[in-house]
């Protein structure tokens, strides 16, 4: 279900591994989301045209967060071909086209105008079956990429009466108004960001402090595309930034009163504002899906989820795209990961579709060999250029088993939190870290005899772990393993 980008990779990956499969969309045509937002009409992830690696090279893909992935060069890096060079953040309608254009090269095959209805399961041939506007569809596996672009009201009194991001008006119309903002993370700021040249004065405001992603070193926080309102506030500029909880919005005249409390001390301050917009974020929509015994948490209801984006409570239910935010991988240092946005999700896609393609329907795909010659060579080469790790810190691993007996095989691209909780033989899986403090550095996790131990490596400021330190390094890391056993005596 869907045609987003997570639906159509996907699908795109399913089918070159030979699995039949249908895809519903309510949509008319390709691109989820992206057919409305950003309401601003500039992405927050970026497509570097140029850099010195090949378009068709893997390693490009760490420069272009936009473009689905392929298995064929020709269809790779669809996205820098169709910009227009005014910026590397693409347009949304460039982002569009992109999705559109990936669809119909690589003949991904849709039912557009089909509407999801209800769901349920037929246990006694254990299929969920699906009505839609289209008629019924049965299949032992059900994928949901849905997104998470259901408008989301927190119980405020009187918010439910205002504009939600999805439904700015154009900027003109707030000329010379005060506008009040409801929500200080990258939505809240693209609005004040875009309504700066036009508004008298902006409040932003929420319970919790700002943070900025060049301070966090990370894509948590506000990105640094819309850290103007936030200098502005600085520098007393018309803007505004509250830590405060909104008690109340209420119609008065023409315009709204808004009743807020000081976070820390709890005093109050009413605001009189001409608008007030609610950034306040999105849910997944799930239809009946909670009914059929789904769980979900946190504020955008997402489906709880094992490493492998199948639903924790009903199995046969996966989901793909930004939803997949529901599995929530280790979170080391508190930093989760980055399959809210296309360039962590797509990845996922690639991953589910090998999954379901072995444990649903006895795919048995090749496992590359390495010689243990190569095998530290190989490792820190990924740790340096693979686009999966770099892409999904301490969330996706490259995992390589480690058999004196059967070889050493590549495994492939896996959940880092699958590895260490499932165990299994011997191997090594190695991923790029993020602690919020500094560059990023190799984290190694090697199983040997069903224990897991993890080791880090330093942190290089080229992003390089190829040199013969880390080779050193890795190899003692590995020894134990790789070694010849001993013969007897």
């Known amino acids: 279900m869907g045609s ?31 057919r409305r937002w950003p309401v601003f009409q ?86 969920f079956v699906l009505t839609t506007s289209d008629g019924e569809y049965r299949a032992p596996v059900v994928v949901f990429a849905v997104g998470v672009a259901q408008p989301y009201w927190p119980p405020i009194p009187g918010l439910d009466e205002v504009a939600h991001y999805g439904d700015c008006r154009s900027v003109e119309s707030y000329k010379d108004h005060r506008v009040f903002i409801v929500g200080k993370q990258n939505s809240g700021f693209e609005i004040a960001t875009g309504l700066l ?30 850290v103007q309102p936030y200098e502005d506030a600085a520098l007393t500029g018309g803007v505004i930034i509250l830590d405060t909880t909104i008690e109340e919005v209420r119609r008065d005249g023409a315009g709204f009163v808004v009743r807020t ?20 974020g999105f849910i997944a929509p799930l239809g009946d899906l909670p009914a059929l015994g789904v769980a979900t948490f946190g504020q955008s209801r997402l489906p709880a989820q094992t490493p492998f984006w199948e639903s924790a409570t009903v199995p046969g239910i996966f989901f793909a795209g930004t939803i997949t935010q529901g599995a929530g991988g280790l979170k080391k240092h508190g930093i989760p990961s980055n399959s809210g946005a296309v360039q962590g999700y797509r990845y996922n896609a690639r991953v589910l579709a090998r999954h379901l393609a072995e444990s649903r329907f006895d795919v048995r795909i090749p496992r590359p060999q390495l010689e243990a010659a190569e095998t530290v060579r190989y490792l820190l080469n990924e740790l340096s250029h693979g686009p999966e790790l770099w892409q999904q810190r301490s969330y996706l691993a490259r995992v390589v088993h480690l ?25 090594v899986a190695v991923a790029l870290e993020s602690n919020g403090q500094g560059d990023p550095y190799p984290a190694v996790y090697l199983r040997k005899n069903g224990l897991v131990g993890e080791h880090l490596l330093p942190p290089h400021p080229l992003i390089d772990f190829t040199g013969t330190d880390y080779q050193r390094q890795l190899g003692e890391i590995l020894d134990p393993v790789l070694s010849p056993s001993p013969s007897p005596a």
């Open 42 to 127: 500039r992405m927050l992830s970026w497509t570097k045209p140029f850099t010195g690696v090949q378009r068709t090279a893997r390693e490009y893909e760490r420069y272009d967060w936009n473009s689905l992935i392929p298995d064929d060069d020709a269809h790779r890096a669809i996205m820098p071909g169709l910009m227009d060079g005014t910026s590397y953040f693409p347009s949304r309608p460039e982002m569009q086209k992109g999705l559109e254009a990936f669809a119909e090269r690589t003949g991904i095959r849709v039912r557009y105008d089909c509407h999801w209805e209800s769901t349920r399961q037929d246990k006694g041939h254990h299929d």
């Open 403 to 427: 058999d004196r007996d059967r070889g050493i095989s590549d495994e492939g691209i896996l959940p880092l939190a699958h590895f260490i909780d499932s165990g299994g033989p011997d191997a």
């Open 261 to 280: 409390r000081n976070a820390t001390d709890g005093r109050e301050l009413p605001m009189v504002a001409d608008d007030v917009i609610a950034a306040t």
């Open 197 to 226: 040249p036009w508004a008298r004065q902006l409040v932003l405001a929420s319970p919790s402090a700002t943070k900025l992603s060049v301070n966090t070193r990370t894509l948590v926080g506000v990105r640094a595309r819309y």
């Open 4 to 34: 987003g980008p997570g639906g159509l990779q996907l699908s795109y990956s399913l089918s070159r591994l030979g699995i039949d499969h249908a895809v519903l969309s309510d949509d008319p045509a390709p691109g989820g989301m992206f």
